[in-house]
Every structure is written in structure tokens, then in C-alpha cells.
């Protein structure tokens, strides 16, 4: 099952890294941070890059919480695996795990592509190609210009904004 890791915001990657070189891999499968692509225009030209999709938020993929959370918060800049308020280590849903792999598409690396956009002659989405095709109806706004998706998604039984890479056919 997956559980959420708080940490600080952009140092996710380090704590990913701390986590898999402190903790025996004995008590977990995988630890990881899900990471987005995005574009960005450089030099006139639209560039792909990635940064973290939850910022501040690590996975860990274990069936033995209590004994991975024991050895995790001796690791430095640990913060804290989010649970309920008894403090009990609560996973994800199994439906937010099924929707957050839907979204990574087999991607190496926990990594959620672009979405590709076709518009028709009037300007207007016609067609999405990728990671949000099958999310279309939970798209509450796409920023065309910037190349970004807004949707609200499911993630520890509540709904968190989280923005998408898009990018437009033209783009190549």
C-alpha cells in the first residue's frame, strides 16, 4: 500500500534519496516522488521539464508502516507520514492508488507526461492524447497559453488541486 511522506517543499528528491539509502529494503517495495513534465518557453522555443506533481509529498510503497515509519523519523529533515489524527499511518485509498498509476501511464520513474491537445479550426479543444485523456470530465481549467491542466484529484480522501502538463500539437 502507498503512503504519504510530508516533507519540505522541494526537498522531496532528497528525502526519496535519504529514505532508500537509511531504511532496509526488507520494509518497503518503493519510495518515490511523483513528478511531473511541463512546458516552459526558452528562448522562444517550448522546452519540456519536470518538477515535483505534490510538492512536499514523498511515497512509500510498504506493507509494514509501523515498522518503516520507526526507522524513517530518525532520518534527517524527516518530516511527517501523514495519518489520522490518533496518529495511526493511514494509506491511500485503493482507488487513489489505481487513479495516481492511471495517470503515470507506465512512465519510468513515477513521471506524469505531457498531455498532447489538438483544437479544431475555431480555436477549441477537440481531443486530448495522454496521461488526462480518460480524466477529461475532472479538468476544471486548461490554460492553453501557459500550457497547463487544473484538476482536482483524489488524495488521502480529500480532493488536491494539482496542475498538468499540456502541450499543443503545434508544439511537435
Same mark, same amino acid.
Given at each position: $500500500?502507498?503512503?504519504? @511522506?510530508?516533507?519540505?517543499? #522541494?526537498?522531496?528528491? !532528497? $528525502?526519496? /534519496? /535519504? @529514505?532508500?539509502?537509511?531504511?532496509?529494503?526488507?520494509?518497503? *517495495?518503493?519510495?518515490?516522488? $511523483?513528478?511531473?513534465?511541463?512546458?516552459?518557453?526558452?528562448?522562444?522555443?517550448?522546452?519540456?521539464?519536470?518538477?515535483?506533481?505534490?510538492?512536499?509529498?514523498?511515497? +512509500? #510503497?510498504?506493507?509494514?508502516?509501523?515498522?518503516?515509519?520507526?526507522? =524513517?523519523?530518525?532520518?534527517?529533515?524527516f518530516a511527517v507520514l501523514l495519518g489520522d489524527r490518533e496518529g495511526a499511518f493511514i494509506p491511500l485509498e485503493r482507488e487513489e492508488e489505481a487513479f495516481l498509476k492511471r495517470l503515470r501511464r507506465n512512465a519510468p520513474g513515477y513521471l506524469v507526461k505531457n498531455t498532447t491537445?489538438?483544437?479544431?479550426? !475555431?480555436?477549441?479543444?477537440?481531443?486530448?492524447?495522454?496521461?488526462? &485523456?480518460?480524466?477529461?470530465? /475532472? @479538468?476544471? &481549467?486548461?490554460? +492553453?497559453?501557459? *500550457?497547463?491542466?487544473?484538476?482536482? =484529484?483524489?488524495?488521502?480522501?480529500?480532493?488536491?488541486?494539482?496542475?498538468?502538463? @499540456?502541450? +499543443?500539437?503545434?508544439?511537435?
Open positions: $500500500m502507498w503512503y504519504v @511522506i510530508w516533507t519540505v517543499t #522541494d526537498g522531496e528528491e !532528497e $528525502m526519496t /534519496r /535519504r @529514505i532508500r539509502s537509511g531504511l532496509s529494503g526488507r520494509l518497503y *517495495r518503493e519510495c518515490f516522488c $511523483m513528478r511531473r513534465e511541463y512546458m516552459k518557453k526558452l528562448g522562444g522555443e517550448w522546452v519540456e521539464l519536470t518538477k515535483p506533481l505534490f510538492p512536499g509529498y514523498v511515497f +512509500l #510503497d510498504t506493507d509494514r508502516p509501523e515498522e518503516a515509519f520507526c526507522c =524513517i523519523k530518525k532520518i534527517p529533515g491537445v489538438y483544437l479544431n479550426k !475555431e480555436g477549441n479543444v477537440c481531443r486530448l492524447k495522454g496521461p488526462l &485523456e480518460p480524466f477529461q470530465e /475532472r @479538468i476544471r &481549467e486548461m490554460n +492553453l497559453r501557459k *500550457r497547463y491542466a487544473v484538476l482536482d =484529484i483524489p488524495l488521502r480522501g480529500r480532493k488536491k488541486t494539482a496542475l498538468f502538463g @499540456i502541450r +499543443l500539437e503545434k508544439d511537435g
